[in-house]
């Protein structure tokens, strides 16, 4: 570390004057000084008296100034003014260097430049940048594949060693990052980086991966030996980018293991990155996957799963056993493609006890050929998942098919809606709210069941007997043809509208 006076000292034989009324900061950045300047305490800022005559309230901060004027303005912080003969840039130069030495930073940077650009390996790379910054480091693709590890061999932290050891993160520790907890970390795409501290003793920083905006994955640094602290930020900047870079880079090269080039390519599908199907058919000849006719998306989310549940990833090990699936995190759900020879044989006998036992639901897609719109379907179970409210059969899994119709509602003004409803059940709507009945209720129901008075009954819990009188009551007083086919098909449908009106506040409607 070095002070500010340490660096008066090199300079003492162009100093006019100085003055160091607070000497106990550490140093670790220097800049040059323009008028928008944001200043820090921990930073050395060069520039012209003139410019900081300029600047209000310039406190609590380190400068070097060349004399090119009389100082103005009384500042509170660290100062020393140089006569003008001075070039600024060597200035900042000389600075920047003694800044490097003094905490060994050069002879490290350098060394690692000199891995990236000469062996173009990211378990050599990732080593070395977690010895550079004196902490364990893991890095993974942006589905949570652990690409890279440190060697954690001497790491008390079953949590982060057991990591390693799997290969991947567990959908805990995804669900902490989408989650309130964290300011949704994971559906920010303006937060870079999250430091959790509630998995173990020792706290994590992940920071997300980018290269020409392109997201690409994660960096994960284990505050083990050394603590994070604005000294370390720009160290850890540097392995950042080295690491980005070198994921950029490698590109197809790290999709060797096995399902990796079909897992990437349903990942290039759910991003909307395969343009054509020329190239989605030149991919699907190098996977698996054109072994299947027929493929579903089935979509959980995690949002709110609480990462207490578990800390060794039990989930992902049971959905990892399920035969004929490809699963990855995307956005902040569990994607499962869920692959088929037939049409009708969906397999998810498996997913629903899963579900089950760990309490979760699940939006599932229409069963569909054409990987090319893979994207539209897995819209199709976040849209199932949406509106499951509406639906009378409950989960684990809801699917598409039976919420379809809702989903064309949503693309209707809500104000639009009552135009398309028979007037005699919006009749019957308006009298429920007035005079708290629930005729309309009981009306969907027995439309719902085929006209089943017993079916009716037995989902709403009340005799057959009360049903029948409800029914009658509703006919005459509302004037009902329940003989006739279609005006069945209309009293349901103005139905269905009404009960998705009730529910449209859970589904974001203008």
């Known amino acids: 570390m070095i ?12 100093c006019l004057s100085y003055e160091i009324p607070i000497d106990n900061i550490s140093i670790t950045a220097v800049r040059a000084i323009e008028k928008n300047t944001v200043f820090k305490s921990n930073t050395v800022y060069v520039g012209y008296v003139s410019t900081v005559n300029h600047i209000m309230n310039v406190n609590n901060t380190n400068l070097v100034l060349i004399s090119d004027e009389k100082l103005l303005n009384e500042i509170n912080c660290n100062y020393m003014i140089l006569n003008n003969l001075n070039n600024i840039y060597e200035i900042i130069k000389n600075i920047e260097l003694m800044i490097n030495e003094s905490e060994g930073w050069s ?17 050599i790379l990732c080593q070395k940048c977690s010895q ?27 949590v982060w ?32 980086s999250y430091i959790a501290d509630n998995i173990s003793e020792h706290r994590r920083k992940i920071s997300k991966c980018h290269m020409n905006n392109a997201f690409i994955g994660y960096i ?65 000849e190098s996977t698996f996957l054109k072994e299947f006719n027929y493929y579903q998306i089935i979509s959980i989310n995690i949002i709110n799963y609480a990462f207490n ?3 060794q990833g039990e989930l992902k090990n049971e959905l990892d056993l399920l035969n004929n699936v490809l699963i990855l995190v995307f956005e902040q759900n569990i994607v499962i493609v869920n692959l088929l020879k037939k049409r009708f044989n969906r397999n998810t006998d498996a997913i629903i006890e899963i579900l089950n036992k760990y309490g979760l639901t699940a939006g599932a897609s229409n069963i569909f050929a054409d990987l090319y719109n893979l994207h539209n379907y897995y819209l199709q179970s976040l849209n199932a998942l949406n509106f499951n409210a509406l639906i009378i059969q409950k989960g684990p899994i809801y699917n598409y098919q039976d919420i379809s119709f809702y989903n064309l509602l949503s693309n209707i003004r809500y104000n639009d809606l009552d135009s398309y409803c028979s007037q005699n059940i919006l009749d019957i709507y308006h009298d429920d709210i007035k005079n708290h009945t629930n005729n309309l209720d009981t009306l969907y129901n027995y439309l719902r069941f085929g006209k089943n008075v017993s079916k009716c009954a037995k989902h709403m819990f009340l005799h057959r007997n009360t049903i029948n009188y409800r029914i009658n009551s509703i006919v005459d007083n509302y004037d009902l043809n329940i003989d006739d086919s279609d005006s069945l098909f209309t009293y349901f449908i103005s139905a269905s509208i009404i009960r998705y009106k009730n529910c449209s506040n859970n589904f974001n409607q203008e």
Do not use: A, W
């Open 3 to 14: 002070s500010f006076s340490q660096i008066l000292s090199t300079l003492k034989d162009d």
């Open 107 to 123: 002879n490290e940077s350098m060394n690692l430049f000199s891995i990236f650009l000469s062996d173009n390996n990211i378990d």
């Open 132 to 158: 550079y910054i004196n902490n364990p480091i893991i890095i993974t693709d942006t589905s949570y594949n652990i690409i890279s590890y440190s060697n954690p061999h001497d790491i008390k932290d079953d």
């Open 161 to 192: 060693k057991s990591g390693c050891k799997r290969g991947n993160l567990t959908y805990e520790f995804v669900s902490l990052l989408t989650g309130e907890n964290s300011n949704y970390f994971e559906t920010d795409g303006t937060r870079l």
């Open 220 to 284: 994960i640094i284990l505050e083990y030996y050394h603590p994070f602290n604005d000294e370390y930020n720009s160290k850890e900047e540097l392995i950042i980018s080295l690491i980005s870079k070198e994921i950029s880079l490698m590109g197809i090269s790290i999709t060797s293991s096995y399902k990796q080039q079909e897992l990437n390519l349903i990942s290039d599908l759910l991003h909307n990155k395969v343009t054509s199907k020329i190239i989605l058919n030149t991919r699907l």
């Open 309 to 311: 549940n578990s800390r």
